[in-house]
Nanobody, 123 residues
């Protein structure tokens, strides 16, 4: 089993920055990802990183503003969010896998999930 605990969400204004953290405990990870879910919408993939190689993937709408990273020694993943917009408002979820999966964007391809952290960007 893998336990994931997110932190770092909050209420900010347009253009501000936030850094989300995802602390993982349990077993060795293969990859970590971030998803978000806005009210009335489906959960969508935001970014992902392979744990050992550090290869990253992003959804198009966040490229250049959001950066995913990880600290292997701390077993923690991060999502640095800059130039935040009101449309970034959502609950952000951390996800993880222990083994290779072909899909990054499908929620069903991820085995472990955190409880979510709210990010609200006011205009």
């Amino acid at each position: 089993q893998v336990q994931l605990v997110e932190s770092g969400g909050g209420l900010v204004q347009t253009g501000d920055s936030l850094r989300l953290s995802c602390a993982a405990s349990g077993r060795t990870l293969y990859r970590v990802g971030w998803f978000r879910q806005a009210p009335g919408k489906e959960r969508e993939f935001v970014a992902g990183i392979s744990w050992n190689a550090g290869n990253t993937r992003y959804t198009e709408s966040v490229k250049g503003r959001l950066t995913i990273s990880r600290d292997n020694a701390k077993n923690t993943g991060y999502l640095q969010m800059n130039s935040l917009k009101p449309e970034d408002t959502a609950v952000y979820y951390c996800a993880a896998d222990q083994f290779f999966r072909s899909s990054w964007s499908e929620t069903r391809s991820w085995d472990y999930w955190g409880q979510g952290t709210q990010v609200t960007v006011s205009s």
